[in-house]
């Protein structure tokens, strides 16, 4: 049954009325309107949270839950009624009087709800204590500024302002650390030699510039050193640009870290464990906050995600296990390992061990009488080695299986096929089906690369000994050849001709045209001199007095300078100027080989045999000028090497990989060159690319004597002790990312005979015309277009 005495709210309103009869305001005070009432507040909270419940009845008849309402109603804050003596609770007469307004213009609904349960509360104590209250309270105990306005000012007089603060005195005599003294760098964390080329360092907090201090040499850093004894505790601050004294506790932090220690030396890391959960069961719960309704109601997420799974199995995308099913079969591990024994999964090209051979008929204890041994097959078996024998066993019969003895090769027999099983590994193979034509690159065709020479069209006969030399003039129209006959002879290129016929003193070994088509000199190099030879009866007057007074002219500069006792400069004699004879070059030393220079204003000599007065390593075979740049290319036996002549220096040294290198030519570009060696291999380099040849080629049977390019044509050629001539394509790209092509477009087969072993000496190319000329040990020469 509910309670029949008066509750503390009907108390308070029917307290309200006299209240206001007894409080009359003072003429000098202003009335303050109250603010609205936090209980009228906490109703209509518990009215919004009884629209969200709907109509629930909840039951308030036992004297426990008028308890617990009790207890509930003081935890949520609801305001009691101030008690006596309390400071900062005095209500005032226009307070109470809207608390009667607001509670007789409220309305509630109908039945049992939270706050009629709340009105039949238990309020015997109450009662006495509430009466009391409104007796002994008086106007003059009402703050007139309770409930003010914080939007509107309040007088200055009064005590409950809470805008007006004290704050204590500043003190005049205020003694700053130094830190705000002096001026902070503000840069920040970057790197600070940034401003290396600076005087300053940085800012201050003001934006004005840090001049970067003065510091001393290394000497004034060692006396000053030496001076302060704590010099040792400082430490270079970068972002100031000075020292700074390390204090104690500093210096400890360093010594710790230095014995890889904690820095911190109150930290504690053995400190005892605090149990943040108890090991002690709790009787009373944490929180006694009644159980959300969610707890007891159907999940729709855990219902959609049944469902989903209700139509997989349903569509059958999700197979349920049936009643068949057998686990897997556990797997067992070493348990003598020590390390962790995981299981190997099995290599993709593995294969397992073959079985071994099912048992055959001769294998019985009672085989067949055929497949017994005869007395002689027994003697030859016997005979036989164990290695060469068919089977390891002889076949034997036997009345009864219990009379078989034991098999005393079963030991012999295992180890044997373990160590099958150990020394041959399996793997599987996978052949593959792939054209070796594929494998080869596609190379252009060569008729796509013409032209080329193909055919013989001129033979050039007259000399007698093996023609080491030939050399064809800028304008194309003729040729020299230096012989073993002592002789060196000038063809007419297009009809094969002999137009002039120079005896001398020695074996030719190397005949060149200068380049200078304004200057027609014939340089020969025979024993121990160099000849220079001027043919008047082949070129006009104007261009002989030319040559004249310009070999007059370097002989003249020659003599007249210092002499130089490694090549002494010498006039010829009247018969031999008569022949055209100009000028003799004499050496200490047989030479070999003759070139010029792109000019026409210079040339070199090579004699392999003075390795002793040369500061060359190793003996040079041959030496060629750049076509474009005053470089120098010196061959020696297994090097090739690039001078710098401006700089006199070493630029490049070429690893050619051959045994002995025989002949050397340079591209007309000049940054390609190709090399033959007497190991019948021809070497391609890319000066630009790499110190080691871009291609090796070896289609010569026998040692290579001369390579060649052609000064127009993306041809070059080599000739050999074989007889035969290889022609290539070779294109030189202006692209730098573009590697040369190199083709074999021509073989000329048995062009000059072997004669003592000796084949094709020499190979050179027609300045204008696609033409090669080669010749050979078999006296001759040939042209080819």
């Not at 003001?206 to 010099?231: H, Q, V, Y």
């Not at 070139?595 to 392999?608: C, E, L, M, N």
Request: one cysteine or more.
């Amino acid at each position: 049954m509910p309670s029949t005495r008066p509750t503390r709210k009907a108390t308070a309103l029917k307290a309200a009325p006299a209240l206001a009869k007894k409080a009359t305001p003072e003429p000098t005070k202003k009335a303050v309107v109250a603010p609205k009432s936090k209980k009228r507040t906490v109703e209509e909270a518990r009215d919004d949270s009884e629209d969200e419940f709907g109509e629930v009845a909840i039951d308030m008849a036992s004297d426990d839950d008028e308890e617990d309402m009790d207890g509930d109603d003081e935890s949520d804050g609801a305001e009691d009624f101030p008690e006596e003596g309390e400071e900062g609770q005095d209500m005032s007469a226009a307070d109470l009087e809207e608390d009667e307004d607001e509670d007789s213009e409220g309305s509630y609904m109908d039945g049992d709800s939270i706050v009629d349960s709340q009105e039949e509360l238990d309020e015997e104590d109450v009662e006495d204590d509430e009466e009391s209250d409104f007796d002994d309270l008086v106007e003059d105990d009402i703050d007139p500024n309770f409930g003010h306005n914080l939007n509107e000012p309040l007088a200055p007089e009064s005590d409950y302002n809470p805008i007006i603060r004290e704050y204590p005195e500043i003190d005049p005599v205020y003694d700053s650390d130094s830190s705000t003294e002096e001026n902070e760098n503000t840069v920040g964390n970057i790197p600070m030699h940034w401003y290396d080329d600076y005087p300053h360092i940085g800012y201050d907090i003001n934006g004005k510039k840090i001049m970067r201090p003065a510091t001393g040499d290394e000497l004034d850093k060692f006396l000053s050193t030496m001076d302060d004894p704590d010099s040792w505790l400082s430490a270079h601050n970068y972002k100031e640009g000075q020292d700074v004294k390390l204090s104690a506790e500093e210096l400890e932090i360093i010594r710790r870290l230095e014995g890889n220690r904690i820095p911190d030396a109150d930290y504690n890391p053995y400190e005892d464990q605090v149990e943040f959960f108890s090991s002690k069961t709790e009787i009373m719960p944490l929180s006694a906050a009644p159980e959300p309704k969610r707890r007891f109601i159907p999940s729709k997420h855990e219902a959609k995600r049944i469902m989903k799974i209700v139509r997989a199995i349903r569509e059958g995308r999700i197979v349920p296990r049936k009643s068949g099913y057998v686990p897997p079969k556990p797997k067992y591990y070493n348990l003598w390992n020590d390390a962790e024994d995981k299981p190997r999964e099995e290599h993709v090209m593995h294969i397992t061990a073959p079985k071994m051979k099912l048992p055959t008929h001769d294998e019985s204890y009672n085989p067949p009488a055929e497949y017994l041994p005869t007395e002689e097959e027994i003697k030859e078996w016997n005979e036989m080695d164990k290695e060469d024998r068919p089977k390891n066993y002889l076949p034997q019969k036997y009345n009864a299986l219990r009379n078989v003895p034991g098999y005393g090769q079963f030991i012999q027999e295992r180890f044997e096929r373990c160590l099958d099983l150990y020394l041959a590994p399996r793997v599987r193979k996978n052949r593959l089906n792939i054209d070796p034509e594929s494998l080869i690159p596609k190379l252009p065709s060569p008729r796509d690369l013409q032209p080329f020479p193909t055919r013989l069209a001129i033979e050039f006969l007259g000399h007698e000994g093996r023609v080491r030399s030939i050399s064809v003039d800028p304008t194309g129209l003729w040729m020299a050849s230096g012989s073993d006959d002592k002789t060196v002879r000038i063809w007419e290129i297009s009809t094969g001709r002999c137009m002039a016929t120079y005896y001398l003193d020695e074996l030719v070994t190397s005949v060149v045209w200068g380049p200078n088509k304004e200057v027609a000199v014939l340089a020969v190099a025979c024993g121990y001199k160099v000849g220079l030879i001027l043919p008047e009866k082949l070129f006009s007057p104007e261009l002989a007095l030319h040559t004249e007074e310009y070999l007059k002219a370097g002989f003249a500069s020659v003599t007249t300078g210092e002499p130089n006792p490694k090549a002494q400069w010498k006039q010829p004699t009247p018969a031999e100027f008569e022949k055209g004879i100009r000028v003799w070059v004499h050496l200490q030393k047989p030479v070999k080989q003759v070139t010029w220079h792109r000019k026409g204003d210079y040339f070199s000599t090579v004699a392999p045999d003075a390795n002793n007065s040369a500061k060359t390593k190793g003996a040079v075979q041959r030496v060629m000028f750049h076509p474009t740049k005053p470089m120098f290319f010196v061959a020696t036996q297994r090097y090739v090497r690039q001078y710098n002549l401006q700089r006199q220096e070493l630029v490049k040294t070429m690893q050619t990989g051959v045994k002995w290198i025989s002949s050397l030519d340079v591209h007309p570009a000049g940054d390609n060159l190709i090399i033959g060696s007497y190991d019948k291999r021809l070497c391609w380099f890319d000066l630009d690319l790499s110190s080691k040849p871009y291609k090796t080629l070896r289609y010569h049977q026998q040692a290579i004597r001369s390579v060649a390019y052609h000064k127009r044509y993306p041809l070059f050629a080599s000739c050999a002790d074989d007889g035969n001539v290889q022609i290539f394509h070779g294109m030189v790209y202006n692209d730098l990312l573009q590697n040369p092509l190199i083709v074999p477009v021509k073989i000329l087969k048995n062009v000059h005979q072997r004669v003592d072993a000796l084949g094709a000496l020499c190979v050179e190319w027609h300045p204008t015309q696609p033409w090669l000329i080669s010749s050979g040990a078999d006296h001759t020469i040939k042209l080819f277009s």
